[in-house]
């Protein structure tokens, strides 16, 4: 069975503080890809970014960050230097060649104040 | 432009009236989806299809229909909409299933009353 889990369900902080997002994935499959998405309050869901599991290079792309350990099943994502426009909810979702659909967390919602 | 786009984006109807819902991408994509957001549901996968003629039921698909006549094209269509139906809708594209990022419509907001 594939699992997402975003255990964490709202996060606060100030403008310009660092947020980091957790997300725990279970499958069985040993090609699988995991993505993040953001879903901002006007509805739409946006890619921000996707890693595939035979590649655990972490990055950095402006101020996103991920940190993805095979070793726990984990994909963490990270908001450097927050700012209010980052206010979403974001979502981690897994992809695998036999189930061939994506598997949505639950989402994390971010709110970022001034 | 690389774009799914959806229509229409907000509609408000009655039970039993039939509605359509299109689906739009431009990137020559093999794999279509349609899913459903609701409170506390999360993301639900309603059809799939793999290419054109071929399509799939996903974990919620009573109530709908869908069609694949040409690649870029992807409809979802309520026959007889009911006020569970109320939700978000969301079309996405990818190159194939299981392969690529699956790219999301700006969704549909339909409620049924």
Not at chain 1, 80 to 106: E, H, I, N, P
Not at chain 2, 56 to 81: A, H
Not at chain 2, 99 to 109: L, N, S, V
Request: aromatic content about 12%.
């Amino acid at each position: 069975a594939q699992k997402v889990t975003q255990a964490q369900t709202e996060i606060s902080v100030v403008e310009k503080e660092d947020v980091t997002l957790d997300c725990v994935y279970e499958t069985r499959d040993t090609t699988y890809y995991l993505f993040w998405y953001k879903q901002p309050p006007s509805g739409e869901l946006v890619f921000l970014i996707r890693r595939n599991s035979f590649d655990e290079q972490n990055e950095i792309s402006g101020r996103y960050s991920w940190n993805f350990q095979k070793s726990t099943s984990s994909f963490n994502f990270t908001i450097t230097a927050s700012q209010v426009v980052d206010s979403a909810v974001y979502f981690c979702a897994l992809l695998t060649d036999s189930w061939g659909k994506l598997q949505f967390g639950a989402g994390t919602q971010v709110v970022v104040t001034p | 432009e690389a774009q799914v786009t959806q229509n229409p984006r907000y509609l408000i109807t009655v039970t039993g009236k039939k509605l359509t819902v299109t689906c739009s991408q431009n990137m020559n994509h093999e794999y279509m989806s349609w899913y459903r957001q609701d409170p506390g549901l999360g993301l639900r996968q309603i059809y799939y299809s793999m290419n054109v003629e071929v399509t799939d039921k996903g974990d919620v698909p009573e109530g709908y229909k869908v069609s694949r006549k040409e690649k870029r094209n992807f409809p979802l269509i309520l026959e007889s909409p009911s006020p569970n139906q109320t939700s978000l809708y969301f079309c996405a594209s990818s190159l194939g299933q299981g392969q690529g990022t699956q790219y999301f419509g700006p969704g549909t907001r339909l409620l049924v009353l």
